[in-house]
């Protein structure tokens, strides 16, 4: 974008720089063109000094072709950022200058587990890489991740200076916190399975039955299953991590960057041909459920899983209960974390092929069955086995059972005497072997933080949740201060129903009033003066009156040695389902 005239444009017309002789001269200051316009080279636009005054209408340059168009002026550099994702540009004059590429600490803090996008979704779109001059200011809904991507926007945001020339007002991006939410895929609950495909297994994320879209995918997942009922599926909220079972072998893979965590051999009980054929996750007791099968009988190890970097799972019980016929398969598994109890999927032969039963037990006795109901054959497949089952509780209690082809919604009534409805039914994003749900749930900041008195100058530090997901009976979760003064104190409030309407404290506001729970203390430790970090656990009840209840959090940071005090951030949350 050039911003000075055409050459053609700029030089006086020759026929006119001549004044005939018998006139006067023509004053310098008529004949020139004027100064803030384009400057005609003074060989072009000056008369002779021996020549007369020119006709006023032939000696002046034309206004209309000497000024550039404002539209085409340059934005300052400093106040022209373009969101990160819009700054992929020709390598000719549209690259972002590397130096411009990180957020300020104070606004782009996010959980290091929480920083990455996919791949494919970081690079804008080539015919954008340019700021128009009617675009000079940052669209206000780029300034923000978007809730299904956890990256934090680098500040990738300058256009290259020769693009830059705008009025100021027109090109500041407006000032909204840039930090990622930590939920996995935003506030809506997704199902997740491994896929069993014959070249290179998956893990795939999905909607529910009321959208169904595929969400994800995590490539090289294990090996193929050996059998058709091999496989299982298990969500772990207090890593955001899925469990995967080929059927030999049980993996935990964190859902958001499908980086595995660990891997080991399954423990087999009902002999060589024996395969996982389910997995469910108790969050509260740190207990990974397995359901294995072989024709006409089924067994259930129970692992502890408290802390699976260090050993993945270790054996803790294992029992042996019947199918509802000889030939009959345990295909999928469930857990109900409000009420501890397991939902076990069968298939058993029929005449045309298979019948799908669930079969309700105690998690402390899980292999006696309490009852059993009959899925309805408008869904699954009644000519081959099902393959997965999930459980999400929340307001209300639903199962989500499959045959790797189809997804069923079956709303439960009344668990104990198994009387079940059948629901929504939608199409699966792949052969699924194992079934489980993702929560969904949000969070936002709100203010920001500011010091008092003798403190260090800690201007990013911030409040984040850690330990996954706040579902019903997750004990990992907890909310942590971050680039706090490190060697103070960190005091944490708790507000029951969110933020309150705020007290104005300058460069801060407080949010929390009554109905608040706390204070809540822990030493801030770390390194350098405001590398400083405190966590403090907040286990979430396994009641389902909780589930959907809004939370707000905050801390007030001591300085070390009481020199003075400060005020975090607040972050607002939902509780989610299990």
């Known amino acids: 974008m050039d911003t000075r005239c055409p050459p053609s444009q700029t030089k006086c017309p020759p026929v006119q720089t001549q004044c005939p002789a018998q006139l006067t001269v023509c004053p310098p200051a008529d004949t020139r063109c004027p100064a803030e316009l384009t400057k005609c080279p003074p060989v072009d636009t000056r008369c002779p000094v021996v020549d007369t005054k020119c006709p006023p209408s032939q000696t002046k340059c034309p206004p209309v072709q000497t000024q550039c168009p404002a539209q085409l002026t340059v934005c300052p550099p400093a106040d022209t950022r373009c969101p990160a994702e819009l700054t992929k540009c020709p390598p000719v004059d549209t ?3 590397v130096v411009d590429t990180k957020c300020p600490p104070s606004d782009t803090k996010c959980p290091p587990s929480d920083t990455k996008c996919p791949p494919s979704q970081t690079k804008c779109p080539p015919v954008q890489t340019q700021c128009p001059p009617v675009q000079t200011q940052c669209p206000a809904v780029r300034t923000a991740c978007p809730p299904v991507q956890t990256a934090c926007p680098s500040l990738d945001t300058r ?10 007002v027109d090109t500041r991006c407006p000032p909204v916190p840039t930090r990622c939410p930590p939920t996995p895929f935003g506030k809506d609950s997704n199902l997740v399975g491994w896929v069993d495909d014959a070249v290179a297994p998956e893990v795939h994320v999905q909607g529910l039955p009321t959208t169904c879209n595929l969400v994800k995918k995590c490539p090289n997942v294990l090996s193929t299953a050996s059998t058709p009922w091999a496989g299982g599926t298990a969500y772990d909220p207090r890593f955001q991590a899925v469990w995967s079972s080929d059927g030999l072998t049980n993996e935990l893979r964190g859902i958001k960057d499908c980086d595995p965590m660990c891997k080991d051999n399954a423990v087999l009980t009902l002999g060589s041909s024996s395969r996982v054929s389910g997995l469910a996750v108790n969050d509260r007791r740190s207990i990974l459920y397995q359901l294995e099968t072989i024709p006409g009988a089924f067994g259930i190890v129970a692992y502890d ?23 009959g398969l345990a295909v999928g598994l469930a857990y109900d974390e409000s009420f501890d109890l397991l939902f076990i999927l069968t298939s058993e032969p029929s005449p045309i092929g298979f019948s799908h039963f669930i079969l309700t037990t105690q998690a402390s006795a899980p ?42 919604e079956i709303n439960t009534l009344s668990a104990t005497s198994c009387t079940f409805q059948a629901g929504r039914c939608c199409a699966a994003t792949g052969p699924y072997r194992g079934l489980a749900v993702i929560p969904g749930w949000t969070l936002e900041h709100k203010g920001t933080s500011c010091l008092f008195g003798n403190c260090p100058t800690c201007t ?56 608040i729970i706390g204070p809540f203390a822990a030493p801030i430790t770390g390194s350098g003066a405001c590398g400083g970090s405190a966590a403090i656990g907040l286990a979430i009840p396994t009641s389902p009156v909780f589930c959907g209840f809004k939370v707000a959090s905050q801390f007030i940071a001591i300085c070390p040695g009481f020199t003075g005090i400060g005020i975090s951030d607040a972050i607002e949350w939902i509780v989610a389902s299990s």
């Open 95 to 97: 690259r972002c200058p």
């Open 159 to 168: 256009c290259p200076t020769s693009l830059t020339k705008c009025p100021p």
């Open 305 to 327: 899983i408290k802390d699976p970097k260090t050993a993945c799972f270790r054996r803790i019980s294992a029992c042996r209960g019947a199918t509802l016929t000889q030939a």
């Open 367 to 408: 292999c006696n069955v309490i009852c059993k109901w009959q899925i309805p054959g408008n869904c699954l497949s009644q000519i081959t086995i099902a393959t997965g089952l999930a459980h999400e509780r929340c307001d209300k209690s639903v199962l989500y059972a499959t045959d790797g082809n189809r997804v069923l």
């Open 460 to 515: 990013g530090m911030y409040a984040a949740t850690v330990g996954g997901d706040p579902s019903l009976g997750n004990p990992a979760f907890g909310i942590e201060l971050n680039n706090a003064p490190t060697g103070g104190v960190a005091v944490l409030y708790h507000r029951l129903g969110g933020a309150g309407p705020g007290i104005n404290l300058g460069c801060a506001t407080w949010f929390m009033q009554d109905p």
